[in-house]
């Protein structure tokens, strides 16, 4: 399996980013798959999870500003940030998710930084 976030920069507070995960090696439709993000000095941690079948969910910190959405056929994942803030900042990664054969997988990562 390769996962291969891009999308990241370096933006204002309030602002917009769009992060895209190309996935190839696997069958990505039948797949959960998650945004998970680390900042420097923390933990990483799961910010948006979309199932195959469609249903989504977000931390509390990002819920209303952030959107995930797949797209099957272009077995790509994307994360649509709004207003932005600089606590957003952080490396950002797509991640398969469930007890699955990729879920010690991690791809490379994608740099927000958000300044204030």
């Known amino acids: 399996v390769q996962l291969q976030a891009s999308g990241g920069g370096t933006v204002q507070a309030g602002g917009s980013l769009r992060l895209s995960c190309k996935a190839s090696?696997?069958?990505?439709?039948?797949?959960?798959m998650g945004w998970y993000r680390q900042a420097p000095g923390k933990q990483r941690e799961l910010v948006a999870e979309?199932?195959?079948?469609?249903?989504?969910d977000y931390v509390d910190t990002v819920k209303g500003r952030f959107t995930i959405s797949r797209d099957n056929i272009r077995r790509t994942l994307a994360l649509q940030m709004n207003s932005l803030k600089p606590e957003d900042t952080a490396v950002y990664y797509c991640?398969?998710?469930?007890?699955?054969?990729?879920?010690?997988?991690w791809g490379r990562g994608t740099l927000v930084t958000v300044s204030s």
């Open positions: 090696g696997i069958v990505f439709k039948n797949y959960d």
């Open positions: 979309l199932s195959s079948d469609g249903n989504s």
């Open positions: 991640k398969v998710l469930g007890n699955t054969r990729y879920q010690y997988y």
